[in-house]
C-alpha cells in the first residue's frame, strides 16, 4: 500500500512548502486542475506565437502597412486549405496593404472556379502579326515587373519569330563539297517552310514583315501540369475551371516547376519585382495578378480577374486582327469549341501528353 504524502490528522507538518500539491476538494467548483505537458506547451506554443506577433507590430514603424502584415502573411495557411473565414481575412490584410503601399484602393477578389466552367484558348497563326500588343497588354494588367537591369523585366507571352523559306532548284549544287551537294544540300542553308526555333526578341521597322510567321507562346495550362507534380510544397495546382495557378505566399522559389515546364512558361523573380504605383492595376485575383515578391515563380492564369467575372483576357480583347479566341471548352456554341470543330488545330509538343488546353490553328 502506498503511504500517504499527508498525516491521517490532514497537517502538513513536515511536509515541503515548495513542493508540495494542495489536496483535491470534495467540491468540484474548488478542484485544482493539474496542468499535463501537452496543455503546458500548448499554451507556451500559443504564448510564443502571440508574442512574436505582438512585437511584429511594435516594430513595424506607424504607417507601415506592409511591415504590420508581414507577420501574419507568414503565418497564414496554404491558400488551398484555408476556411472561408480564412480567406476572406487574407482577402482584407492583403487589401489594407496595397492600398496604403500603392496609394489607391486596391481590390483583392477571391472568386472561386465556376462550376460548368473549362477555359480553354486557340489563337490563330496565320492571322498573327507579330505586334507584340498583347505581350504589353499583359504586362500592364497582371503586374508584371517592368524595370531595365537584368532580371527586373518579367513578360509572360513571348511572340516568336519564324522565317518562311521553301526549297529551290538553284541551290541544289550550293551544299557541301561545293558543286556536289551531296553530304550537305544547298537547302540546308536557308529556312524551307515554318521552323519553331524562331527569334525571340526582334525590332523590325513594320510587321508584319515578309517571309516571316509569328507564334505566341505562353502557359499552355495543361490538364496533365508537369510543373504541379514536381513541386515540393504544392503551391502550385490546377484549378476546377482549367487555369494551372501559384499561392504566391507558400512559394519557395526552388525553380523545380520552371524545370519541368516543357513550354519555357514560368517566370522567377530574381530581384523585387518594379511596379510603380501609376501603373499598378488595383483590380487584382489572389491567385492571378496580385504583386508578387522577391523569390517566387509566376506565370499566366488567364487573366482570373477577369476570367472569372465573364470578361476576355487581355491579350485577347487587344489583339488587333482578331487571331485569339477564348471561351468555355464543354459550350458548344463558344467560340473556342467553333474552332476546334471546324478547323485544323494543333497542340504544341502534343507528344509530351501534357494534353494543354492552348490550341494553334490555321485558316
Known sequence: ????????????????????????????????????????????????????????????????????????????????????????EARQRLERRYTQEYGKTVSVDTTEAQPGMLMGYALNVRKCIGCRRCVKACV?????????????????????????????????????????????????????????????????????????????????????????????????????????????NWCIGCKMCMNACPYWARRFNLTTPVLPKQDMNPVTHYLGNRPRMRGVVEKCHWCLQRTRHNRYPACVEVCPVGARKFGNLLDPESEVSKVLERKNVFRLKAELNTFPKFFYFYD
Open 1 to 88: 500500500m502506498t503511504q500517504s504524502a499527508y498525516p491521517p490528522d490532514g497537517s502538513t507538518q513536515g511536509a515541503d512548502p515548495a513542493c508540495g500539491v494542495p489536496p483535491a476538494s470534495a467540491d468540484p467548483a474548488k478542484a485544482v486542475p493539474t496542468p499535463s505537458r501537452r496543455s503546458f506547451l500548448r499554451s507556451g506554443g500559443m504564448l510564443s506565437m502571440s508574442s512574436l506577433m505582438g512585437t511584429a507590430a511594435l516594430m513595424a514603424p506607424a504607417g507601415d502597412a506592409k511591415a504590420a502584415t508581414e507577420w501574419a502573411e507568414h503565418f497564414q495557411k496554404n491558400y488551398r486549405l484555408m476556411t472561408a473565414d480564412e480567406k476572406k
Open 140 to 248: 500592364e494588367e497582371n503586374n508584371q515587373s517592368r524595370g531595365a537591369r537584368p532580371g527586373e523585366r518579367i513578360e509572360w507571352i513571348q511572340v516568336l519569330r519564324m522565317e518562311r523559306g521553301e526549297f529551290k532548284s538553284d541551290k541544289m549544287n550550293q551544299g557541301y563539297p561545293e558543286g556536289l551537294g551531296i553530304q550537305v544540300g544547298g537547302n540546308a542553308y536557308s529556312p524551307a517552310g515554318q521552323v519553331l526555333e524562331g527569334q525571340y526578341f526582334y525590332e523590325p521597322e513594320k510587321v508584319p514583315e515578309k517571309d516571316a510567321t509569328y507564334m505566341p507562346i505562353a502557359c499552355m495550362q495543361c490538364e496533365k501540369p508537369p510543373c504541379v507534380k514536381v513541386c515540393p510544397v504544392r503551391t502550385t495546382y490546377r484549378e476546377a475551371d482549367g487555369p494551372v495557378v501559384i499561392d504566391y
